[in-house]
């Protein structure tokens, strides 16, 4: 069984930056990913950044491609997302999950939009 938490978001005006942070807990040695998605009000969940636990292969959602940056820190048992030049349009509830099962891909993670493990959320408001 894993636990993850995420922290970190908050308010943010327009064309600001935050990061969020995903500390993973229980038996985190041996998974296959963890990856981000948001869900926001009226909307289906949509995943944003996957990333592989041993070999750091990432995979990017074309609405974030270019503003965000999934990272891991394994020493910490961390997966962080940095995200930049924040509008209005990425408002929601931002998620973390981690896979033990492997997919084919990372991506798939992300577009299948299925994990072991959630989090519990943290809220991005950005306002415009």
């Known amino acids: 069984q894993l636990q993850l938490v995420e922290s970190g978001g908050g308010l943010v005006q327009s064309g600001g930056s935050l990061r969020l942070s995903c500390t993973v807990s229980?038996?985190?040695?041996?998974?296959?990913?963890t990856g981000w998605f948001r869900q926001a009000p009226g909307k289906n969940r949509e995943g944003l950044s996957c990333?592989?636990?041993?070999?750091?292969?990432?995979y990017y959602a074309d609405s974030v491609k270019g503003r965000f940056t999934i990272s891991r820190d394994h020493a910490k048992n961390t997966v962080y997302l940095e995200m930049n030049n924040l509008t209005s349009e990425d408002t929601a509830v931002y998620y973390c999950?981690?896979?033990?099962?492997?997919?084919?891909?990372?991506?798939?993670?992300?577009?299948?939009?299925?994990?072991?493990?959630w989090g519990r959320g943290t809220q991005v408001t950005v306002s415009s």
């Open positions: 990333i592989g636990h041993s070999d750091g292969t990432t």
């Open positions: 229980g038996s985190p040695k041996d998974y296959y990913a």
């Open positions: 999950a981690a896979q033990e099962t492997p997919y084919t891909t990372i991506q798939a993670m992300c577009v299948i939009d299925y994990a072991d493990y």
